[in-house]
């Protein structure tokens, strides 16, 4: 580290100038990046589910981009009912943004396509009663379109298949509320637009709006914190800097490579500032306390380099190193988002350990030292030793009650079970969700299932056999718990049959299929490709409760695919994929967690060239995993997304600070190898900085427990908890486990 003091010491412009050119850089990309929450992009891997969905929705289309407007009332066939919901679905289809509207205003009555279900409002009374009994058993209607109680509408809007930026998608659902709002005003009936479009959109304006809000006030709340704890705001400045130009890089890099941000890498500008800001922390404390011993500022900024510069490189490199071993990780999304992590944590690491020195050996430098601290602060320095030196009296008993509770701890967490929901991340007072649940209740949920079927080339959609089969998952899918109305070319046949249609007389009435537009047809059967899907209504109750089902139905199609040679049988869909892949994708980025600890351990014994030290500092990082992980379980709570990105934070916090206090320990123990005196010195050295660390951290992360998004409330709490847990783990325990297993250095090392 001295090559790099001396080059910040005698470049001071070169380098500035090179700071400030990529900060231009950085903010030109910041312009430049978007926003992807795309759940099929979150789960994208080389796998044979997501080929198979990708491959059906190239084939029948997306099963994402319905928006649904659900409609209530308690007489919804009455004709003042009816006929608002006839001007909502007429304003709706007037929109230029929207391919298609599709509705019980669609639909002909069984067996008559010339009259259409529902009657024109010129109608008497009992008229809408009739259509209400016909509309409750037809086969087109019933459980899709119209709830079993007749009192849920849904009305299906379908937005273009081609890919939409979010701010068209936001329009065309602001516009589609306000229609609703507009028709059904003073009525009795209500109506709430919903579907996946409508998740994106309140998901995405939320964030963007709860992010700015808690991000300003979270920063105000720990700038002040910090400036009570330094009591000067240019110390608070120079310790802010460098980690903001270094999350500044970074997303700036994003932005010009055209990586866009998601539900997962969001948390990568927090995660970078934490772990830069802890080691601006430790390089400012060291600066004010050359200062105070009366050092020129330069030369106390060159010192800090030297001092701390190898602490500040090793948490850099061992973040970098954990994140990037996501490279091999199964799940795009987890790849891309290890790979920048990784990156990151280079670029803050260049930004603080420039930034940091250099302000501080400008003017910036001398108001950040008050005169008070200067005179008497650094003459003071048995706080540390009064408060810790009483607790290492009971170093060992210490060590094996954390040792159990270890124990106790890892046996909990391993009780922690993926799950994930669509509706997760938004409030659940939002119109969307509350659209969602109601629907869930009326029709099993508007999330789907589906099953993929293709025949052979010896057989045609009018065979008997065929239809046998496909009435055949229509049972299969009524009788699994969790799965709803199934839905397909069945269905079809149906409306333009007698009730009482055998399999002969439904394949005869195929050729009828072709009244029905090319477009509409092809979104469940393809002829010219021998394919069709069977979709069913799945509920939002989470990945880990569907995926049985899942698994009952798929076992259910593998015997009928016994049974009738000829046909091949899959189940796919977004909801499917989904529930298959957050165990995948959990457990990849828990797998980067436990790789990122096994790479400290490495790292630390490697560069401290101590296997002691290296087993040692594994409980102090891992402890705040372990907490919060069995907090969860404690809790009866899935491990959820934003809890696993919790983690990574969890982790950078812990390691930053063990390996600043192993750094200083393992430098203060050379000086006359008694143990308990070097724990002493480092609590003196480094405490001071992790607690400051800790608060500030504390209070902009408990600003952010307040929001109403309850993604943004897990990750607050559980970043939180973490941060007390790492604080309890690097002055409490990892001191404990110092002195309980640390020999004394030989000699000839404390020589040299």
């Not at 231009?24 to 796998?47: H, T």
């Not at 109403?708 to 486990?737: E, H, K, Q, W, Y």
């Amino acid at each position: 580290m001295n090559r790099l003091s001396e080059f910040i010491e005698r470049r001071r412009l070169v380098l500035a100038v090179l700071l400030a050119l990529a900060t231009c850089f950085g903010l030109v990309g910041i312009s430049q990046i978007r926003f992807d929450f795309e759940p099929q992009a979150m789960f994208r891997q080389n796998s044979g589910d997501f080929a198979l969905l990708r491959q059906v929705t190239e084939e029948f289309g997306p099963d994402d981009k319905d928006l649904l407007i659900v409609i209530e009332c308690e007489d919804m066939f009455s004709p003042e009912s009816l006929a608002i919901v006839r001007t909502l679905v007429e304003r709706t289809d007037e929109l230029p943004e929207i391919d298609d509207v599709f509705s019980i205003f669609d639909m002909r009555r069984r067996n008559l396509p010339a009259l259409p279900l529902i009657p024109s409002p010129r109608f008497q009374r009992e008229h809408f009663e009739a259509a209400r009994k016909r509309a409750l058993n037809h086969p087109l209607v019933a459980g899709h379109l119209l709830s079993s109680d007749g009192c849920t509408m849904l009305v299906i809007v379908r937005l273009p298949e081609e890919p939409l930026p979010i701010s068209r998608v936001a329009h065309i659902v602001e516009r589609l509320r306000q229609i609703v709002h507009d028709c059904t005003t003073a009525s009795e009936v209500r109506a709430r637009v919903t579907g996946h479009p409508a998740i994106w959109v309140d998901l995405f304006s939320n964030s963007q709006r709860e992010t700015l809000k808690f991000s300003g006030l979270g920063s105000l709340v720990a700038v002040v914190i910090a400036i009570i704890l330094f009591r000067r705001p240019a110390a608070v400045v120079i310790a802010v800097a460098g980690p903001v130009l270094g999350v500044t890089f970074t997303i700036g890099g994003m932005g010009f490579l055209g990586e866009p941000l998601n539900g997962i890498n969001t948390v990568i500008p927090t995660l970078l500032f934490v772990i830069g800001f802890t080691d601006s922390i430790h390089l400012l404390m060291d600066f004010r306390r050359s200062c105070a011993a009366s050092i020129p500022r330069r030369v106390a900024a060159k010192r800090a380099v030297r001092h701390l510069g190898l602490a500040c490189a090793l948490t850099s490199l061992t973040t970098a190193i954990g994140f990037g071993s996501l490279a091999l990780a199964d799940t795009e999304s987890v790849r891309r988002f290890g790979i920048t992590a990784a990156a990151g944590a280079i670029l803050t690491f260049f930004s603080v350990i420039s930034v940091v020195p250099l302000l501080a050996s400008t003017w910036l430098g001398k108001l950040a030292v008050p005169q008070r601290i200067v005179a008497t602060k650094w003459q003071q320095r048995t706080i540390w030793i009064r408060a810790m030196a009483p607790l290492l009296n009971y170093a060992r008993p210490l060590t094996i009650v954390t040792g159990l509770f270890a124990v106790f701890l890892l046996f909990s967490a391993m009780q922690l079970s993926p799950d994930i929901r669509l509706t997760e991340a938004i409030p659940h007072d939002f119109e969307t969700t509350r659209a969602m649940n109601h629907c869930d209740r009326a029709f099993g949920g508007i999330l789907f299932a589906y099953v993929l079927l293709e025949w052979s080339e010896s057989d045609d959609l009018d065979s008997e056999e065929l239809i046998g089969v496909v009435q055949s998952i229509h049972r299969l899918i009524d009788d699994e718990p969790l799965t709803r109305s199934p839905a397909s070319v069945l269905n079809l046949l149906q409306s333009v049959s007698r009730p009482d249609a055998d399999l002969r007389d439904l394949a005869n009435r195929v050729p009828r299929l072709s009244r029905i537009p090319t477009t509409n047809l092809q979104r469940i059967v393809r002829r010219d490709l021998r394919r069709l899907l069977i979709s069913a209504h799945v509920p939002d109750t989470g990945a880990a409760a569907l995926e049985p089902g899942f698994q009952r139905i798929e076992a259910g199609l593998q015997k009928l695919e016994r049974a009738h040679s000829g046909f091949q049988l899959q189940l796919t869909g977004t909801s499917v994929v989904a529930a298959r892949n957050v165990s995948i994708l959990i457990s990849d980025l828990m797998k980067s967690l436990g790789m990122a600890a096994v790479i400290v351990f490495l790292v630390i014994t490697v560069v401290f060239r101590s296997i002691r030290l290296g087993l040692v500092s594994i409980f102090p990082n891992a402890f705040p995993l372990l907490l919060t992980a069995a907090l969860l379980v404690w809790a009866q709570e899935p491990l959820r997304l934003a809890g696993v990105v919790s983690f990574s934070l969890c982790l950078g916090i812990a390691v930053d600070d063990t390996i600043h206090f192993l750094v200083r320990f393992q430098r203060e123990q050379l000086i006359d190898g008694d143990v308990r005196s070097a724990v002493l010195r480092s609590f003196e050295a480094v405490g001071t900085p992790i607690m400051m660390t800790s608060l500030i951290l504390l209070g902009g992360l408990g600003v952010m427990i307040t929001s109403n998004m309850p993604a943004v409330r897990l990750f607050a709490t559980l970043s939180s908890i973490a941060v007390i847990a790492a604080l309890i783990g690097d002055l409490l325990i990892l001191p404990a486990l110092l002195v309980t297993f640390v020999p004394r250095p030989r000699e000839d090392a404390r020589a040299h």
